[in-house]
């Protein structure tokens, strides 16, 4: 498995940009799809975005798309997530997943590592 460690999340005003980042140990991180879900209080986790090994064809829910960026470094091991535009309803908990498995990369389930999560906090 890959063990996976967020950062970059804070407060921020709404219209703010963060980065967020994702960093992952394991020599065979590059054949990992890597995934952004989100999990606002009170909330079920959903999908944000989600990226393959070789950075091609990013995907994106439709309530980021044109605001977020998804993108990795297989060198570095990490993938980023790029916020622009950002509003008070992207407020939560942000989290990189890797995973192997063939289902659609919308669901968890086709995750196996998770990280522990980043906080976005987006004020009015």
């Known amino acids: 498995q890959v063990q996976l460690v967020e950062s970059g999340g804070g407060l921020v005003q709404a219209g703010g940009t963060l980065r967020l980042s994702c960093a992952a140990s394991?020599?065979?991180?590059?054949?990992?799809?890597i995934g952004w879900f989100r999990q606002a209080p009170g909330k079920e986790r959903e999908f944000v975005a989600a990226?393959?090994?070789?950075?091609?064809?990013?995907f994106y829910d439709d309530s980021v798309k044109g605001r977020f960026t998804i993108s990795r470094d297989n060198v570095k091991n990490t993938v980023y997530l790029q916020v622009d535009s950002l509003k008070p309803e992207d407020t939560a908990v942000y989290y990189c997943?890797?995973?192997?498995?063939?289902?659609?990369?919308?669901?968890?389930?086709?995750?196996?590592?998770w990280g522990q999560g980043t906080q976005v906090t987006v004020s009015s």
């Open positions: 997943a890797a995973g192997r498995v063939r289902l659609p990369a919308s669901s968890p389930r086709a995750y196996d590592s």
């Open positions: 990226i393959i090994w070789s950075g091609a064809l990013p």
């Open positions: 394991g020599r065979t991180f590059s054949s990992y799809r």
